[in-house]
């Protein structure tokens, strides 16, 4: 019951609450800069963070010259440090502030970490900027090579060096490393081999001075820096009230993950400011893991684990609810953003064009054919086959399209079928498969034979059996090869007809598109013009279709056999896939991410064009039931079907089910493990 109750905290989910910060400054004055930082630490502990970064030399300010060579500023900075970590003892975050340190009759530009009254460590930068506008040499040493030692500082005897990384010891993956400014614009970032140690959390303190074009390098290296490292990457800079005499600033702060900005500061604020965000270090673990390239370059960089101290701390983590401070996209296989969404379905619908064009190059068939629905996938997969043609320069009649009524296919699909077929120009018959069926299930003693209305899975598959055996006779017959249509849902899911059914092609463009992207990638043909007019028109009809198979007859107020009925919305099934395949999370992790995208319709973006009355909204056991029905079918039922799928492209990271791509598992294993983990830790 008690991992149940702590099933709303973002700290049972692998998450830490990050922010950097902007304070004003007050330049050549300690105490004001000390009033500053509480000031903004105080509110971060309002908001529940847990990390809390703040610019270079923020407590004595940074542009101030000589007068960093001032005794007076140097002891009125190491005052002010003892007086941020008594105040810090009521505080729960952990805060890392900029402040010019002695040691050794030697000067430091450093970051400090202080927690709970502790001043935890002291790295010291160590590529000083001496070009243009800057002059650090003339004032501080660098700390390369400085590993091992100790500095008294604030009252306090801390470690002190470049071998730094800190770690809660009782909140999993909380784990950071510092460097500052320049730093990160070296060709050899320290940072790099703090994460090689180990750190999930790379934070900068910089003062920075803008210029013109600076934020957009800025912004590139926090990105590029927490790909590469696979990390979060958390950059402050100094904001109103630093010294303007020879330069400016504009306070750009931002909380990068894996690439993705999660938070940013307004750029030239008139008043402090933080930005706060989660950050999901469980996921960068994982990410680690499976990724040995980054294992290979720790031990390439001679294993830094081994030369970096770990500075533990107990961190007290509260594990109330405090919401999640982070955007969760409803569908990750379909981006919010207009821009990012085209550009994908552009890249997604070449990709299975460049593969087909490929696979028909190698085969030299003369026919693609194919068996079109009237329905989402078999829609897509035939205008992907029109745009093979025409790169190939074959006439689109090449393609041999055929629909299969069978015993509850309905006017309206079988309608859209013969429209599409006709407006892309392939070579489009029908054979009604009804009198093959009846035929087989007349020889197998079926009751629906001797007038039994029982449509048990025999019936269905007898249907789905017999489509795909008469398209590879077919595609013998025609010189041809049979094009595959199944999406990447219904090979999660299972949801297919293994064999001498719709699992099996001689080539599947859509085994690596998710359900929710195909609509996207439909949706994209028919606004860029893709097609001409007919066809885009007759595309668009096609999305207002129910998800069907059609192999069961309507019942007795009409209703047609819904796929979603059975194995669940698309929409949540694709949001637990993406999850539980692209990073290995724990079920109640995607339950507590699924809730938090989709309990709230009002909440949040969602992608271009998509229908008001289609967006919906789950509760917590709506989203734990399907979750469920995922697992079992995912891990337990339908992994024999993926071991043996055809080829087809590779789409979508993390997107693809084949065993010679991203996914190998058994066909005998048990959802129980992954089940258990549901149940014990997500409340009905």
Same mark, same amino acid.
């Given at each position: 019951m008690a991992e149940k109750a702590a099933f709303y905290s973002i700290h049972r989910h692998g998450f830490v609450r990050v922010a950097v910060c902007a304070p004003r400054v007050c330049t050549a004055d300690p105490a004001g800069n000390v009033a500053e930082t509480l000031a903004l630490a105080r509110q971060g502990d309002i908001e529940s963070c847990d990390l809390m970064v703040f610019p270079e030399l923020g407590v004595s300010s940074y542009a101030q010259d000589d007068l960093h060579l001032q005794d007076a500023i140097l002891e009125r900075v190491d005052q002010g440090l003892a007086e941020i970590a008594k105040a810090s003892r009521k505080l729960k975050p952990v805060l890392v502030v900029g402040a010019p340190v002695r040691r050794n009759g030697r000067l430091y530009n450093c970051a400090i970490a202080i927690h709970r009254g502790a001043i935890?460590? !002291?790295?010291?930068?160590?590529?000083?900027?001496?070009?243009?506008?800057?002059?650090?040499?003339r004032w501080f040493a660098s700390g390369v090579g400085l590993t091992g030692l100790e500095v008294q500082i604030g009252g306090q005897t801390v470690p002190f060096g470049v071998?730094? /990384?800190?770690?809660?010891?009782?909140?999993?993956?909380?784990? #950071?490393?510092?460097?500052?400014?320049?730093?990160?614009?070296?060709?050899?970032?320290?940072?790099?081999?703090?994460?090689?140690?180990?750190?999930?959390i790379l934070c900068n303190?910089?003062?920075?001075?803008? &210029? !013109?074009?600076?934020?957009?390098?800025?912004?590139?290296?926090?990105?590029?820096?927490? /790909?590469?490292?696979?990390?979060?990457?958390?950059?402050?800079a100094a904001g109103p009230g630093e010294s303007t005499t020879d330069v400016a600033w504009d306070g750009q702060g931002s909380v990068h993950e894996l690439g993705e900005l999660l938070a940013e500061t307004e750029r030239f604020p008139a008043k402090p400011q933080i930005a706060v965000a989660d950050v999901d270090v469980e996921r960068l673990r994982l990410e680690r893991l499976r990724t040995p390239t980054f294992n290979d370059a720790a031990t390439a960089a001679g294993h830094p684990e081994m030369t970096f101290r770990r500075v533990r701390f107990e961190h007290a983590p509260h594990m109330a609810d405090v919401g999640l401070i982070r955007p969760i996209d409803r569908f990750p296989f379909v981006p919010n953003d207009p821009t990012r969404l085209d550009q994908d379905c552009y890249e997604a619908f070449n990709i299975q064009v460049q593969g087909l064009v490929r696979r028909l190059q190698h085969t030299k068939s003369e026919t693609i054919v194919i068996?079109?629905?009237?329905?989402?996938?078999?829609?897509?997969a035939l205008v992907v086959a029109a745009k093979a043609c025409d790169a190939l320069g074959k006439p689109r009649s090449a393609?041999?399209?055929?629909?299969?009524?069978?015993?509850?296919?309905?006017?309206?699909?079988?309608?859209?079928?013969?429209?599409?077929?006709?407006?892309?120009?392939?070579t489009a018959e029908e054979i009604d498969i009804r009198p093959a069926a009846e035929q087989l299930l007349k020889d197998m003693g079926h009751p629906f034979a001797k007038g039994k209305p029982v449509y048990d899975v025999t019936f269905e598959n007898v249907q789905a059996g017999l489509?795909?055996?008469?398209?590879?006779?077919?595609?013998?017959?025609?010189?041809?090869?049979?094009?595959?249509?199944?999406?990447?849902?219904?090979?999660?899911?299972?949801?297919?007809?293994?064999? !001498?059914?719709?699992?099996?092609?001689h080539y599947n463009v859509n085994g690596s598109v998710a359900k929710t992207s195909i609509q996207h990638l439909i949706r994209w043909a028919a606004r860029t013009g893709q097609f001409d007019k007919a066809t885009s028109a007759t595309l668009i009809s096609v999305l207002d279709t129910e998800i069907s198979p059609e192999l069961v007859p309507a019942d007795a107020t009409g209703a047609i056999q819904s796929t979603q009925?059975? /194995?669940?919305?698309?929409?949540?099934?694709? #949001?637990?896939? #993406?999850? /539980?395949?692209?990073?290995?999370?724990?079920?109640?992790? &995607?339950?507590?991410l699924s809730w938090q995208a989709w309990k709230d319709a009002k909440a949040g973006d969602w992608p271009p064009n998509f229908p008001a009355e289609a967006r919906n909204a789950y509760d917590l056991a709506t989203i734990k039931k399907w979750l469920k029905v995922f697992l079992v079918r995912f891990f337990e039922t339908s992994q024999f079907k993926r071991s043996a799928m055809p080829n087809g492209p590779k789409v979508i990271s993390g997107g693809n089910l084949s065993p010679r791509g991203d996914w190998r598992a058994p066909s005998d294993a048990t959802a129980r493990t992954w089940v258990d983990e549901l149940d014990a830790n997500v409340p009905d």
């Open positions: 935890l460590g !002291v790295t010291p930068k160590s590529f000083l900027p001496n070009y243009r506008e800057y002059y650090e040499k071998d730094l /990384v800190f770690e809660a010891t009782d909140l999993a993956d909380f784990i #950071f490393h510092l460097e500052i400014c320049e730093d990160f614009w070296a060709a050899t970032p320290p940072s790099t081999r703090g994460a090689l140690a180990g750190a999930l303190l910089s003062a920075s001075n803008i &210029v !013109v074009g600076k934020a957009l390098e800025r912004a590139m290296l926090c990105a590029s820096q927490s /790909v590469r490292c696979q990390a979060a990457y958390l950059y402050a068996g079109v629905s009237g329905g989402l996938d078999s829609t897509h393609i041999a399209a055929f629909t299969l009524p069978g015993f509850a296919t309905s006017d309206k699909t079988k309608a859209n079928a013969w429209a599409l077929m006709k407006a892309i120009g392939a489509r795909t055996d008469y398209l590879f006779r077919l595609a013998n017959q025609r010189k041809g090869i049979v094009l595959g249509t199944g999406d990447l849902s219904e090979l999660a899911l299972g949801w297919c007809t293994y064999g !001498v059914g719709d699992q099996m092609s009925a059975i /194995v669940g919305p698309y929409e949540l099934q694709d #949001f637990n896939l #993406f999850y /539980v395949t692209r990073y290995g999370l724990r079920p109640s992790k &995607v339950a507590f």
